[in-house]
């Protein structure tokens, strides 16, 4: 592709003003990245100035009053840092799919041929507590701390090898109840843009959303054979939806109307569990069991031993051909890579800069912006590092 004078224009910004990002940002070639997203100059400073100034408020622990309006040596106006995180037209999707897309391919060099990759779904909440105008703000359930909160659910993609972790892809939700919600979409956003398309797509479900995050992941040129979910994806329909574009290793949830047809019956899984013989002693592996789905596919559910109250918990894999210690160690990549160190970076964080992700929600009533901008999560092994 050839490079055009405004992707020249993107890239030239102060080394100083970059600071320790100058390399990163050279190397990826971001004002590049910008400038294909859509991301590119109206008036005043350009995209990559501003989304300089902006990336570099996380490392400095600085909000945008502090970092930006209060600050003098920035040469970045206050106005064009609201136009430029209020614009519905800037595809930050395309953005982080680019991106990312240049780091996978950076760590697949340090990878060995039998290292094995695998797409991981993570599901967090983003507590607003104090807020009352933040558009889509909604009452979400939390399910670490067991209670409901003011916030946004957040619905990630990521790329791990048990050693890196890559962040992929994200969605920012409210709820899809119309009763569990604060604020509507401002009206005066035009649906012909993305930011529009992003705000109907935060009040839809979340297992609407999973297909698609990992469709657009495989057509990057990631190859992930299979991907790892917790239980609240665990939905038979979900699995045999995602079963026909890449296999899943999940854990199961004893939900009483989700059923799985064992012998000519369906059972729940507590019901599978009773019919199945049970391996005795010490075995990791209490029981297996073939099943098939909603379908017509087949895939292996086995349970393993735990300290709950009941005595097992149980894995799903629709990979027939993986043995049962293999969907174990396989599942446990999922926490391999610790999801709650980024959970709470944005916690800790402030409200302008989180960990992980990016998308604009701009208040109809009282000018209130909520920007999430990615963090590359990158770890590659340490004997690799020593012999790059």
Request: aromatic residues 12%.
């Amino acid at each position: 592709m050839n490079t055009t004078l405004t992707d020249l224009q993107n890239q030239i910004t102060n080394s100083e003003q970059i600071g320790v990002l100058n390399d990163f940002f050279a190397k990826f070639k971001i004002g590049t990245l910008l400038n294909q997203s859509g991301i590119v100059k109206t008036k005043g400073a350009s995209p990559l100035a501003i989304f300089t100034a902006l990336f570099n408020l996380a490392f400095h622990n600085k909000n945008l009053y502090q970092g930006i309006v209060k600050n003098k040596k920035v040469e970045v106006d206050k106005d064009a840092a609201y136009n430029f995180l209020n614009s519905p037209t800037y595809n930050w999707r395309r953005f982080t799919l680019h991106l990312c897309r240049r780091i996978y391919f950076v760590i697949k060099k340090l990878l060995d041929d039998s290292s094995e990759e695998v797409l991981i779904f993570d599901d967090s909440t983003y507590s607003r507590n104090r807020s009352k105008k933040v558009e889509l703000l909604s009452r979400v359930f939390d399910h670490t701390d067991g209670k409901y909160i003011k916030g946004f659910r957040m619905l990630t993609l990521g790329w791990s090898d048990g050693n890196s972790f890559l962040g992929l892809d994200f969605a920012l939700l409210s709820s899809a109840d119309k009763k569990n919600r604060y604020n509507e979409i401002n009206p005066d956003i035009d649906k012909r843009t993305c930011g529009y398309h992003r705000r109907q797509e935060a009040v839809t479900k979340s297992t609407v959303d999973l297909v698609p995050m990992v469709k657009r992941a495989l057509d990057m040129g990631v190859q992930a054979e299979h991907v790892l979910m917790d239980s609240w994806f665990s939905m038979p329909s979900v699995i045999a939806d995602l079963r026909e574009h890449i296999h899943v290793i999940c854990m199961l949830k004893d939900h009483p109307k989700w059923f799985y047809e064992y012998q000519g019956k369906k059972l729940r899984l507590s019901e599978l569990y009773g019919k199945l013989k049970k391996n005795r002693g010490r075995a990791k592996v209490k029981a297996h069991a073939i099943v098939t789905l909603s379908n017509g596919k087949q895939a292996k559910i086995i349970f393993v031993s735990c300290d709950k109250k009941r005595g097992w918990l149980a894995l799903l894999s629709t990979d027939l051909s993986l043995p049962n210690e293999e969907i174990i160690r396989l599942y446990g990549k999922r926490w391999d890579i610790d999801m709650n160190h980024f959970h709470c970076l944005y916690k800790n964080m402030s409200a302008f800069l989180s960990s992980f992700f990016h998308l604009v929600y701009c208040s109809g009533y009282k000018k209130r912006y909520s920007i999430f901008i990615p963090r590359t999560l990158f770890r590659p092994p340490l004997e690799k590092c020593l012999c790059a």
